[in-house]
Structure formats: C-alpha cells, structure tokens
C-alpha cells in the first residue's frame, strides 16, 4: 500500500519540471520583444523631435551672405577653341650640289641667317681648272668656225663665178654649221663649269634658324648624302596647324568669303596665357572622313620667337563678335526646375527672385543674356547655393568673408594667436 502511494507523488513533479521549461523560453523572447519595441519607440521619437527642431531652425535662421555682380553691356566674340601644332613655313636641308672636301664651315649653331649668307665651302680648284678647260675648249672652236665662215664667203663668190663647183660650196657651208654646233656646246659647257663653281660656296636659300651641323670640316662630302650639311627653319613667320569640326566649316567659309580676316590667338597648354596673335589664312580642300574635322592654317609673326616647331598650342579662333549685347558672369547662371536662371537681388526689402533668363553664347567668364535681365540690375554671382526665391539677404563684397565663417585669429606683438595669449595668461594665473 505504501508503495503505490509513493510513485503516485514522485510522478507529479518529473511532469512539472518538463513544462516549465518552455514557459521560461516563451517569457525571455517575450521580454526581449518588448525592449526593442520600447527602444525602436524611443529612436523614432528622438528622430521626430528633432526634425521639427532643424525645420525650425532652418526657417528661423538669419539673412544669407551673397556678393552681387551687375549686369553690364559690352561686346562678345563666338570663338572656336581648337588643340594646333606649330608648323614652319619653310624647312630646309642644305646639302652640297657637287662632291669635294668641306673646307669651310661659316655658320654659327642656333645662330640666325639670311637669305645669301654663306654657310660652307668645298675646294673650289677641281672646279676652276674645269672652267679654264671649257673656257679654252670655246676659244679654239670659235677660232675653226671663223675659219669655216671665211672659206664659205670665198667659196660663194667663186660659186657665183661658176668657179666652183656647187657641190664644194655645199659641204662648206654644213662645215660652217657643225663649228657653230660646236661652239655652242662648248658655251654651255662654260657655263656649267661656272654652275659647279658657284656651288663651292653654299650659302642660305631662306631667313631662318640654322639647327645643329651634320658634317665637320674636313669630310669629303657628295649630293647624295642623306643627312645633309644642316637644317635651316623659318620662324618668322611661321603657322599653327589646327582641326576644328566639319560643323565650323560654313560659318568659316562663309566670314572668308565675304573678306573677313578672323584673328587667331596662340594660348599655352593650359589656356590662359596669350603666346601670340595672328590671322587664319587657309584651309584644308577636303574635309577627314575618318575623324569629320578639317585642318585650318593661321599665320603668326612670330616677332619674339616664342613660337616654336612642333609645339603644341591652344588656338582660339574669333569667328564674329555680337557688339552691345547683355552680359552677365558665368557664375551667376544657375540650372534648376525653372530651367536656366538667376537670382536677381532686389535693393528695396534685401531679398532676392528667381528670374529665368535666355542664354546666348560664352566667351570666357562672360555669357549673353538674350532675354530676362536689362543692364544695371544685379544677379547674385557667390552664396546662392542655399537661397530660394523671396529669401533674405546681406550684400557683401567679394574680399568679405561670410559671417559664419570663424575669424582669424588676431597675432599678438609677440607674433602668436590672441588665443594663444589668452591661454598663456591664464597658466600664468
């Protein structure tokens, strides 16, 4: 009896052990649920507290700083911007007309030359016993055709006497015209003899700049040398060779044409220094099917030599220029919902509008306006990143800084910050 009674309340607590465990399990998920939710229910109530703050104190905040710039009136030029290479006019390579030894080298390299000035010479005496040889060869051939001529005149009055026969008077006079063959051969020999001779002395073809000599004195130099004696190259003046799209063309041909000479401006690889002015003067027949660019020449004096071969340059082609039009900076152009548009400062309450505008063409930092601005009237060209139409406004100068802007730390007679001295006051305290 006692038995049973003891696995009766054994078994009770083995079952309640077991189910207690997933209540505890169910309980922690459920407590951990409910700290998330509260701490998801704090972050997105501090969210939404301060946004409404920020809101607020972007409506409240002050007047922005802006620099106005007035809208003026003046002239602008269409300009096309090409990349050109700087080509010479003339390039020559002196090399020598006969063969002979270099006796004389007369150029300097680097130096500057004229047309005529003499750069070399070869052992003229090949040459002038050349010439004596022609020269005697004439004498005595002229001699024999003086004789020829004289026995034809003796054999014509015979023949006029029938005291000859006509057969006789006949090979004389062919005798007279084989010596006058002669003797102008003999001439032309002259005077090729004198060629070579002229040739000993080689002097410049054209004004230039001599390069670097290819030859010393003392080589025996031929016409069929493949470098030369020297390089001579024109720089004054001298071209730029540059390629604008096929686009340009009509506009171009169309200003030439009508007698227009459209200046060219030489700018650095960067584009803002001037190297030189000049003028287009040509362009190319046809028009490069692989790129649709065709190739321009403008001509530059070159007075100070700053135009160089093969250099690159940027060239900026003036192809008209609108005189009296409404001009504005570059910087006050703003793009937007309303398409292109400024903000025009309004001087009687310090607020600024929203004003579309129609934009012609740029020229550097100054655009035309073609419609929605008037002259005298100012555009803000620096703060308007944050302004809208109808905001509040302080005008300051270009030099000012803005007022949120931390100030410079004012130098002490020592040479150190105010800052710097105000805390050095205070260790001393």
């Given at each position: 009896?006692?038995?049973?009674?003891?696995?009766?309340?054994?078994?009770?607590?083995?079952?309640?052990?077991?189910?207690?465990?997933?209540?505890?399990?169910?309980?922690?998920?459920?407590?951990?649920?409910?700290?998330?939710?509260?701490?998801?229910?704090?972050?997105?109530?501090?969210?939404?507290?301060?946004?409404?703050?920020?809101?607020?104190?972007?409506?409240?905040?002050?007047?922005?700083?802006?620099?106005?710039?007035?809208?003026?009136?003046?002239?602008?030029?269409?300009?096309?911007?090409?990349?050109?290479?700087?080509?010479?006019?003339?390039?020559?390579?002196?090399?020598?007309?006969?063969?002979?030894?270099?006796?004389?080298?007369?150029?300097?390299?680097?130096?500057?030359?004229?047309?005529?000035?003499?750069?070399?010479?070869?052992?003229?005496r090949p040459y002038e016993a050349a010439l004596a040889q022609a020269k005697g060869q004439l004498a005595r051939d002229e001699a024999m055709l003086k004789g020829a001529q004289v026995d034809l005149a003796r054999y014509q009055g015979l023949a006029a006497q029938n005291a000859v026969p006509h057969q006789t008077l006949d090979t004389q006079v062919a005798l007279v015209g084989q010596d006058q063959g002669t003797v102008e051969a003999d001439?032309?020999?002259?005077?090729?003899?004198?060629?070579?001779?002229?040739?000993?002395?080689?002097?410049?073809?054209?004004?230039?700049?001599?390069?670097?000599?290819?030859?010393?004195?003392?080589?025996?130099?031929?016409?069929?040398?493949?470098?030369?004696?020297?390089?001579?190259?024109?720089?004054?003046?001298?071209?730029?060779?540059?390629?604008?799209?096929?686009?340009?063309?009509?506009?171009?041909?169309?200003?030439?044409?009508?007698?227009?000479?459209?200046?060219?401006?030489?700018?650095?690889?960067?584009?803002?220094?001037?190297?030189?002015?000049?003028?287009?003067?040509?362009?190319?027949?046809?028009?490069?099917?692989?790129?649709?660019?065709?190739?321009?020449?403008?001509?530059?004096?070159?007075?100070?030599?700053?135009?160089?071969?093969?250099?690159?340059?940027?060239?900026?082609?003036?192809?008209?220029?609108?005189?009296?039009?409404?001009?504005?900076?570059?910087?006050?152009?703003?793009?937007?919902?309303?398409?292109?548009?400024?903000?025009?400062?309004?001087?009687?309450?310090?607020?600024?509008?929203?004003?579309?505008?129609?934009?012609?063409?740029?020229?550097?930092?100054?655009?035309?306006?073609?419609?929605?601005?008037?002259?005298?009237?100012?555009?803000?060209?620096?703060?308007?990143?944050?302004?809208?139409?109808?905001?509040?406004?302080?005008?300051?100068?270009?030099?000012?800084?803005?007022?949120?802007?931390?100030?410079?730390?004012?130098?002490?007679?020592?040479?150190?910050?105010?800052?710097?001295?105000?805390?050095?006051?205070?260790?001393?305290?």
């Amino acid at each position: 009896m006692n038995q049973p009674i003891k696995t009766f309340q054994e078994a009770p607590p083995n079952g309640s052990s077991q189910t207690a465990k997933p209540r505890s399990r169910r309980r922690l998920v459920l407590i951990s649920i409910v700290v998330l939710l509260v701490l998801a229910g704090i972050v997105w109530k501090t969210r939404q507290e301060g946004a409404p703050q920020q809101a607020a104190g972007g409506r409240n905040s002050g007047p922005m700083s802006i620099v106005p710039d007035v809208v003026g009136k003046g002239d602008i030029g269409i300009n096309i911007n090409a990349l050109g290479t700087v080509t010479s006019l003339a390039t020559v390579t002196i090399r020598t007309q006969i063969s002979g030894y270099l006796q004389k080298i007369d150029f300097t390299e680097g130096n500057e030359v004229k047309k005529g000035d003499l750069l070399a010479e070869i052992d003229p005496r090949p040459y002038e016993a050349a010439l004596a040889q022609a020269k005697g060869q004439l004498a005595r051939d002229e001699a024999m055709l003086k004789g020829a001529q004289v026995d034809l005149a003796r054999y014509q009055g015979l023949a006029a006497q029938n005291a000859v026969p006509h057969q006789t008077l006949d090979t004389q006079v062919a005798l007279v015209g084989q010596d006058q063959g002669t003797v102008e051969a003999d001439r032309a020999a002259v005077k090729s003899a004198e060629v070579n001779l002229q040739y000993c002395r080689i002097v410049s073809p054209l004004d230039g700049r001599v390069g670097l000599r290819q030859v010393d004195q003392g080589n025996y130099v031929t016409p069929g040398d493949a470098n030369g004696l020297v390089v001579i190259t024109q720089l004054q003046p001298i071209s730029v060779l540059f390629t604008v799209p096929e686009d340009n063309l009509q506009a171009i041909s169309k200003r030439t044409q009508a007698g227009a000479i459209l200046p060219a401006t030489a700018l650095d690889r960067t584009g803002t220094s001037k190297i030189a002015d000049g003028s287009l003067q040509s362009f190319d027949s046809q028009i490069d099917p692989t790129t649709g660019t065709i190739k321009l020449r403008a001509q530059f004096p070159n007075e100070d030599r700053l135009l160089y071969p093969n250099q690159f340059v940027n060239i900026r082609l003036l192809l008209d220029t609108h005189k009296d039009v409404t001009t504005v900076s570059t910087a006050g152009i703003q793009r937007g919902a309303p398409g292109t548009f400024v903000y025009v400062v309004n001087a009687a309450d310090s607020t600024v509008a929203v004003r579309p505008v129609k934009l012609g063409v740029t020229d550097g930092d100054r655009v035309e306006i073609l419609s929605g601005l008037t002259p005298g009237e100012r555009i803000v060209i620096d703060g308007a990143d944050k302004l809208r139409d109808g905001a509040k406004i302080i005008i300051r100068s270009e030099t000012t800084p803005a007022p949120n802007a931390a100030p410079p730390a004012e130098p002490d007679k020592a040479g150190g910050s105010g800052k710097k001295r105000r805390s050095e006051g205070g260790q001393k305290q």
